[in-house]
């Protein structure tokens, strides 16, 4: 599986991105609803963390700090998931990765996509 993140960039605190996620890849595209498809992000000096993510059925959670800013979706359609990113704060600057993840029985399938800079200005 290959993943492709774009929609990064500079904005101003305030201001608002859309991430995109394009998945490839056969293991894939059989069935892209049995997926979990996840945004991180790493801040320099921070650990990566899990921003948002969105399960088999579309159940969604979030990271405290982003609740009620950030909405994650998917569509399956397009083997692609978003991060629409609202009312952005210095603290969410950093790169942000995509990641597809799926297990069946005991085996565990883990993908990155390579990151997208996030610089919000304030």
């Known amino acids: 599986v290959q993943l492709q993140a774009s929609g990064g960039g500079l904005v101003q605190a305030g201001g608002s991105l859309r991430l995109s996620c394009a998945a490839s890849?056969?293991?894939?595209?059989?069935?892209?609803?049995?997926?979990?498809m996840a945004w991180y992000r790493q801040a320099p000096g921070k650990q990566r963390e899990l921003v948002a993510a969105?399960?088999?059925?579309?159940?969604?959670n979030y990271a405290d700090s982003v609740k009620g800013r950030f909405t994650i979706s998917r569509d399956n359609a397009k083997n692609a998931a978003y991060l629409q990113m609202n009312s952005l704060k210095p603290e969410d600057t950093g790169v942000y990765y995509c990641?597809?993840?799926?297990?069946?029985?005991?085996?565990?399938?883990?993908?990155w996509g390579q990151g997208t800079q996030v610089t919000v200005s304030s």
């Open positions: 990641n597809a993840l799926r297990v069946v029985v005991s085996t565990k399938y883990d993908y």
């Open positions: 969105i399960t088999i059925g579309s159940v969604t």
């Open positions: 890849g056969s293991i894939f595209s059989i069935n892209p609803m049995a997926w979990r």
